[in-house]
């Protein structure tokens, strides 16, 4: 009998640990996307040149990239060049595919180009990261997907800010 209560016990646990550690998957994906475009930010106005977050939905892949007298470069190069997500994740961005990839912009001025970027992970609730307009920074909120009204940012409901 106690083995059974044990048994039945440490099925619990390891059933909400599981979903701890996809929770923080999603989690850190959202941070790590977020911190990125920080720091495009950041570098875009103490260097004075455009940034831009390029995020490659085939590839599963995202970086940094700054405008150049000959174009965007990458602004980083070598393993620590881009960040890539988890297969199980999808990451949407409401802004039109350009040969595939996304842009987001960031200006000298602070400013940058809206986006919304959904990650979305199977059991979990979607995290999205958003700005309220493209002058200020963006945030993590964790999305809920209730059908687009007045009451709603672009089908969204943004409850909780992290």
């Not at 004075?48 to 970086?63: C, F, H, M, S």
Request: one cysteine or more; aromatic letters at 8%; a negative charge.
């Amino acid at each position: 009998m106690v083995m059974v209560v044990v048994a039945v016990a440490l099925g619990v646990v390891a059933a909400r640990m599981s979903g701890l550690y996809t929770r923080s998957q999603i989690d850190n994906t959202a941070a790590t996307t977020l911190a990125m475009m920080d720091q495009c930010r950041s570098r875009a106005i103490n260097e004075g040149t455009t940034y831009r977050l390029a995020i490659d939905p085939e590839k599963r892949r995202a970086w940094t990239e700054q405008l150049t007298p000959y174009g965007y470069r990458p602004a980083v190069t070598g393993d620590a060049s881009y960040v890539t997500w988890e297969p199980k994740q999808t990451l949407e961005v409401d802004s039109p595919l350009v040969g595939g990839i996304w842009y987001i912009a960031f200006d000298p001025d602070g400013s940058s180009d809206q986006a919304h970027i959904v990650i979305e992970q199977a059991g979990q609730t979607p995290r999205q990261i958003t700005s309220p307009s493209p002058a200020e920074p963006f945030r993590i909120v964790v999305a809920d997907r209730p059908e687009p009204g007045p009451e709603t940012e672009g089908g969204f409901d943004v409850p909780d800010v992290y």
